[in-house]
């Protein structure tokens, strides 16, 4: 038996490890990968130092999980869920000139007012973009809410909602979210049909990207396919196709990255999932030991560890 510990360990260091080996073939094309990862890309001392990659030390992670981690600081210091403190974590973090944070999210929280009325900045942003803003940014950083001991699909639905208002990116976060909680809390694993009646709530056309997660291999999910790389529901099929198909820890991690896209952010997404369903203790030690700050990253799950009286 895996202890509720260590799955959530697993969670948190799954999420950090998926994200800082995905930068290393991050908006790269097959050819790119290909020729600069032979035997493909395994560890974080083989990531390429381009122009793009060596902003980032090699093992550390992106804006996916810094965001991931401005929530479960809120989370930590309120002893409970604050929207408004997590969304005063969201303009914190993007004042500091965050490396790598994506468009969407820019625009929504360098609006002035953000911090005050972080849900209609959201929504507002969305709208002008005609009901088409569904980007990725909302589901990168969900896991932990996956971590919290009830209301899990309202407090996923809301954190999403401080910065994604698209229903699919809500949907996106709330089943990642629920997968996440059951095998944490429950030993579950969800079926087909419950995620499926997950997204069914939020968006119909969630339910395409679950069944192109069905099929064994991950080439059909066309990751990097530059019309649709950073889609939320393109980072949802990543998540579960590594839930339904990834023997181990490690073989999802690989096998997501070296898909390339927007790789950081779907292996963060896929990686904190596998992290819930293997757990911590089934994480190759290199690529734990490996994390450029790794000592940060473990007193925040000792903080989490208290804050969840576990």
């Known amino acids: 038996m895996i202890s509720q510990t260590d799955r959530i360990k697993g969670v948190l260091f799954g999420q950090a490890i998926g994200d800082a080996l995905g930068v290393g073939t991050e908006f790269m094309t097959e050819e790119e990968v290909r020729r600069n990862y032979p035997s493909g890309l395994k560890n974080y001392d083989e990531i390429v130092r381009d122009a793009h990659r060596s902003r980032w030390e090699r093992g550390d992670w992106t804006d996916d999980t810094d965001m991931m981690l401005c929530i479960a600081n809120a989370l930590i210091a309120d002893k409970c869920v604050n929207l408004k403190s997590i969304a005063q974590n969201f303009k914190a973090w993007a004042a500091g000139s965050p490396m790598g944070i994506g468009n969407h999210t820019h625009k929504v929280l360098l609006i002035a007012d953000y911090a005050e009325k972080p849900v209609e900045v959201s929504k507002l942003v969305w709208e002008l973009s005609r009901h088409q803003a569904a980007a990725n940014g909302g589901v990168m950083r969900t896991s932990v809410v996956g971590l919290l001991p009830d209301n899990v699909e309202r407090n996923a639905a809301d954190i999403c909602r401080l910065t994604h208002y698209d229903p699919r990116c809500v949907g996106s976060c709330v089943i990642v979210s629920e997968i996440i909680h059951s095998l944490v809390y429950d030993s579950v694993s ?16 969630i339910k395409e990207f679950i069944d192109l997660a069905h099929d064994e291999d991950i080439a059909a999910l066309s990751l990097n396919d530059g019309t649709s790389m950073g889609y939320t529901l393109k980072t949802l099929s990543a998540a579960l196709w590594a839930y339904w198909h990834a023997k181990t820890f490690e073989d999802g991690l690989l096998q997501v ?47 989490l560890l208290q804050f969840l009286n576990i």
């Open 190 to 205: 969800p079926s087909y049909d419950q995620i499926v009646e997950w997204g069914n709530k939020y968006d119909e056309r």
């Open 257 to 303: 990255v070296n898909a390339s896209g927007d790789a950081d952010t779907n292996a963060a997404v896929a990686c904190a999932v596998l992290g819930a369903k293997f757990g911590y203790i089934a994480i190759p030690s290199v690529y734990k030991n490996g994390l450029h700050r790794k000592l940060q990253l473990e007193v925040i799950v000792e903080g």
